[in-house]
């Protein structure tokens, strides 16, 4: 059994010898190193814009779930004005989820930007094509992102104009009663 295996082994590591050649020098490695970069660096853009992106997330349910706790416990009109503000917040939470899934696909594509690199470098596979399409698509990803992103922002200024408008009945209210 075991030598077996061991020919299976060593069967499939000659192959793998023949698909991809071993490096023999550092000088072989460093231009795909260098070309490997920008990708890497998009990824840890990306890894910064997605912590932001899943806070506000975070922020909208946490808000969503505090609205709602005291629903039965308000009045009509306030019902109504957490009505409308839970609606806007549910569709913040969609967007702002879109945009972590196109952040998301745009990271997929530069790791698969980055293996296409060194294969291409190290099993002389000749893949422009791929890789331009790729990169277009990943950069369309990231566009579409930070829209719905900017949409988000959007939204969450006109919930808080719903606020304010709460705000500004109440500051009435009060005024007239000190008058």
């Not at 779930?65 to 629903?71: Q, S, T, V």
């Not at 967007?95 to 296409?116: H, V």
Request: positive net charge; charged residues 20%.
């Amino acid at each position: 059994m075991s030598r077996l295996l061991a020919t299976r082994l060593q069967a499939a590591f000659n192959v793998v010898n023949q698909v991809l050649p071993m490096v023999y020098s550092f000088t072989e490695i460093v231009p795909v190193l260098q070309t490997a970069i920008g990708p890497m660096i998009l990824i840890s853009g990306l890894g910064l814009l997605l912590l932001t992106m899943t806070n506000r997330l975070g922020r909208i349910i946490d808000r969503s779930r505090a609205l709602l706790d005291d629903l039965e416990s308000n009045p009509e009109h306030y019902v109504l004005r957490i009505n409308r503000e839970v609606s806007i917040l549910w569709k913040r939470a969609r967007y702002i989820r879109t945009a972590i899934l196109l952040a998301c696909l745009t990271c997929f594509g530069a790791s698969i930007l980055i293996i296409l690199l060194f294969l291409g470098a190290f099993a002389n596979l000749d893949l422009p094509m791929v890789i331009v399409v790729i990169f277009i698509a990943s950069m369309c990803c990231l566009s579409a992102s930070l829209i719905f992103f900017f949409v988000d922002i959007n939204l969450s200024l006109e919930a808080f104009r719903i606020e304010m408008e709460s705000h500004d009945r109440k500051r009435l209210i009060m005024e007239t009663r000190e008058s």
